[in-house]
C-alpha cells in the first residue's frame, strides 16, 4: 500500500520516516518529496508498505501523531492523475 505522509519537519530523513513505519512492518521504500530548484523538502512524502493490514495500522495510528515536533497527516495515497499538460 502506498502511503502519504504531510506536514513533514523539513529536517526529517527519509531513514527517520522509514524507521517511524517500521514500527509497524516492512517499509519497502520511504521517499521525502524535493523541490527540483531548492533541493529542499516540500514537506510531504511517500511510505511503500507491502502488507495492507500493517499499513492501515500505521496510518491509524501516526496520523496526527507528532515526529520530531510537527503533527504529521498519514493517510491512504490516491493515485496520481493523468498528466493534463498539452
Keep these: 500500500m502506498n502511503i502519504y505522509v504531510g506536514n513533514l519537519p523539513y529536517?526529517?530523513?527519509?531513514?527517520?520516516?522509514?524507521?517511524?513505519?517500521?514500527?509497524?512492518?516492512?517499509?519497502?521504500?520511504?521517499?521525502?518529496?524535493?523541490?527540483?530548484?531548492?533541493?529542499?523538502?516540500?514537506?510531504?512524502?511517500?511510505?511503500?508498505?507491502?502488507?495492507?493490514?500493517?499499513?492501515?495500522?500505521?496510518i491509524q495510528a501516526l496520523n496526527e501523531s507528532a515526529l520530531h515536533g510537527r503533527n504529521i497527516r498519514v493517510n491512504k495515497a490516491k493515485p496520481r492523475a493523468k498528466d493534463q499538460s498539452h
Design 11 to 58: 529536517s526529517l530523513t527519509e531513514d527517520d520516516l522509514k524507521d517511524a513505519f517500521n514500527e509497524f512492518g516492512d517499509v519497502t521504500s520511504a521517499s521525502i518529496i524535493m523541490d527540483k530548484f531548492s533541493g529542499h523538502s516540500k514537506g510531504f512524502g511517500f511510505v511503500e508498505m507491502d502488507d495492507g493490514e500493517a499499513a492501515s495500522e500505521a
